[in-house]
């Protein structure tokens, strides 16, 4: 039976303020979902809370992959358990080199019951993984000698990210605005790469503005937020119809959505 991920009912604060207010998503292995809406929606939030980022206090609902809770796992036991996100700023970690780093997420996720300090892959079947992954992303095998996004260009920190999406195949990964900072060349680039590693075996959660991305990774479903709640899911047409028009259709029709949003922030910042 194919994995399951799914999101119920799930709220969200973040430094106590509401930012996602019930949530509901289910995402099959194998399949592609759209996640689009305008800035600040909490497309973000809901990735971060996913992946367990201890910002993001989960108040209400559940999150389970195969009816597991999640919820209970630290993040790192929950990208051991497959679930991938790439960053919307990704985090530069100074003194490891992208292939150490690459080798043990590698490890971990490939076994998961792994103790800190217990035996790493071995570095030959690593070595050619990793020259193989990076040729087919059409990579300078230099590039995994650099040090963990410092000094990374835009464009480099997104290709890092599907580098590591490609050595870690985990079932689901959620890709925020992976196009982000990228001229149209690098963002066709990026999404071939993406069904390419592939992108179709995983369950992804695409979070983009942009309909280049999602070329090569064409959406079933399309999934539009809006003042931390999924207003409407549609089909491909409807992140078509998103890309060409806006987000105004999508305001008029949940007028009170975004606006409760922020009556609700606006009253937290005065301390009502
Ligand atoms: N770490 C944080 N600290 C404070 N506020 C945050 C944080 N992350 C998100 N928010 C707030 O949550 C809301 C949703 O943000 P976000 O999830 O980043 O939206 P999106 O990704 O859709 O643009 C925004 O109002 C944002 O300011
Ligand atoms: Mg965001």
Redesign the pocket.
């Known amino acids: 039976m194919a994995d399951v991920l799914k999101i119920e009912n799930l709220h969200v604060h ?2 106590g ?1 509401p ?1 996602l207010r019930g949530v509901n998503l289910k995402l099959v292995r194998g399949e592609t979902h759209a996640l689009m ?1 305008p ?7 809901l990735g971060l809370a996913i992946m367990g980022h201890p ?1 993001y206090e989960v108040v209400e609902g559940a999150i389970t992959l195969n009816g597991e809770d999640l919820l209970e796992r630290s993040p790192d036991e929950r990208a051991r358990s497959g679930v991938f996100m790439a960053f919307q700023r990704p985090v530069a970690i100074p003194g490891v080199k992208m292939a150490d780093f690459l080798r043990h997420a590698a490890t971990n996720v490939r076994n998961p019951d792994r103790k800190e300090g217990a035996e790493l892959m071995p570095m030959r079947d690593f070595r050619r993984e990793l020259k193989a992954r990076m040729s087919e992303l059409k990579m300078d095998v230099e590039f995994a000698r650099r040090y963990v996004n410092d000094g990374f260009s835009g464009g480099e920190m997104k290709r890092a990210e599907i580098l590591q999406l490609a050595m870690l195949q985990p079932k689901f990964a959620i890709l925020d605005e992976t196009d982000s900072g990228l001229d149209a060349d690098a963002v066709r680039l990026a999404s071939e790469s993406i069904a390419e590693i592939g992108g179709k075996e995983m369950g992804l959660l695409i979070i983009t503005h942009h309909d280049k991305l999602l070329e090569h990774n064409p959406p079933e479903f399309t999934h539009v ?1 809006l003042g931390g709640r999924i207003v409407e899911t549609g089909s491909r047409e409807l992140a078509d119809e998103l890309h060409n028009l806006g987000y105004d259709r999508i305001r008029a029709t949940y007028p009170d959505d975004e606006v409760e949003n922020r009556t609700l ?1 606006d009253k937290e910042k005065a301390g009502v």
Do not use: A, P, R
């Not at 800035?39 to 939030?45: A, H, I, V």
């Open positions: 973040v430094e303020k930012i809406g800035n600040g929606s909490g497309k973000s939030t910002k937020m922030l």
